[in-house]
């Protein structure tokens, strides 16, 4: 498994390529792109003719944009198992490789060729409690005999937890399953923050708590990078800055001026600004910086085109390292006050009145809905 260059395409139409060497990928937009197409990653690949080559650090020498497409954590190891199973050492391949694994099946609407496969055999139906225990003997490094199963329904998602996609009503769904960090009802925990968070009016996609004989049940959420058969092209904000998501190095100024510059709407800041009250009120300390995504809208009759903050994910009672937010609050991530919040929109121009508004009436629903998570 080799692949030196490979073709970055979009609904169909060439973007541009991506070359291999010396340990990094350059990357260059083609002519017809540049003509019609829109900047994939405005702050690192601008719409012009330069042949772009990152560091080598945080992505292994790929752009951020190129490192959301593929998978992350558990999306990860069943990749490296299916590469063991097949006789190659993880560590003998390139990202170029690992794009190529992604092939069509990435988050978002980037898609690589020519594609890698891998040989499966026939897969059986498996019910949520069934893949469950597949998944927690995957995580305990023991041998599963649905391997090829896990990796054809969830090998290309992000996230440290484990998941399929499954499509519903001619819908694309995520169903995740406990990590052997949580507890057996991580499930009912997320859909309970997720319908907080919308009452909050906060921008939360779909959500369900699927059935279960082993616990309160399995937490799903409608994908937000599909609109029934079409992708979306999504940029994390790990992405758009370039930056590892497993360092807390970012600020929530940070990522408001990041979504003023992008989205220049300030109903779009407001929208962050709650998300980052709910974050603060409810404990959901491990919002690093691929927990936040915006959407490229391309459409040209759509009024909502150009980028927009991407609706909430991820949301749960959880720490980051030393107990403290991922992304601070002008600067505090150990405790958190109103007093930090409403320093942020005045950083940021929001009003003050609107400001102590949105965060008070937050941590009054949070309170009330959360409280037996936050004692």
């Known amino acids: 498994m080799t692949h030196n260059k490979l073709t970055v395409r979009y609904h169909d139409k ?3 390529t991506l070359v291999y060497s010396d340990h990094r990928t350059s990357f260059q937009y083609a002519q017809t792109w540049i003509e019609n197409g829109f900047s994939i990653s405005p702050l690192s690949l601008p719409l012009n003719n330069s042949i772009f080559t990152p560091e080598i650090d945080p992505f292994g020498g790929i752009f951020g944009i190129f490192n959301d497409s593929l998978p992350d954590g558990w999306g990860r190891l069943l990749i490296d198992r299916m590469l063991i199973k097949n006789n190659i050492d993880p560590h003998s391949i390139t990202m170029l490789d690992r794009l190529a694994i992604a092939g069509t099946s990435g988050m978002g609407a980037l898609e690589y060729y020519p594609e890698e496969h891998f040989t499966f055999k026939h897969d059986i139906d498996l019910n949520l409690d069934k893949i469950s225990q597949q998944c927690k003997l995957v995580l305990q490094d023991k041998p599963s005999d649905n391997l090829d199963y896990l990796f054809r329904n969830g090998g290309s998602s992000g996230g440290a937890r484990p998941k399929i996609f499954k499509k519903i009503d001619n819908e694309e769904w995520i169903i995740k399953f406990p990590s052997s960090q949580d507890s057996l009802n991580i499930g009912l925990q997320e859909y309970e923050y997720s319908k907080c968070a919308q009452k909050c009016g906060i921008n939360v996609p779909n959500v369900r708590l699927f059935d279960s004989a082993n616990c309160a049940g399995y937490f799903g959420i409608q994908r937000f990078d599909r609109i029934k058969t079409t992708k979306v092209h999504m940029a994390s904000a790990s992405a758009l800055l370039e930056t590892s998501h497993r360092l807390p190095n970012l600020d929530y100024i940070q990522l408001l001026k990041l979504t003023k510059f992008l989205c220049k709407s300030e109903a779009e800041l407001k929208k962050l600004f709650a998300l980052m009250c709910f974050n603060v009120f409810a404990h959901n300390r491990d919002d690093h910086s691929k927990n ?3 959407l490229y809208i391309a459409d040209a009759e759509n009024k909502q085109k150009g980028w927009h903050l991407s609706p909430a994910y991820d949301l749960t009672y959880s720490n980051s390292i030393q107990g403290e937010q991922a992304t601070t609050i002008a600067g505090e991530g150990k405790n958190p006050t109103l007093e930090n919040i409403l320093t942020v929109a005045k950083t940021i121009g929001l009003s003050a009145s609107y400001a ?19 004692q």
């Not at 508004?357 to 809905?369: F, K, L, Y």
């Open 292 to 294: 936040f995504t915006f």
């Open 356 to 374: 102590k508004t949105t965060a008070q009436n937050i941590q009054e629903i949070v309170m009330a809905d959360l409280a037996k998570y936050l």
């Open 14 to 16: 060439t973007v541009g």
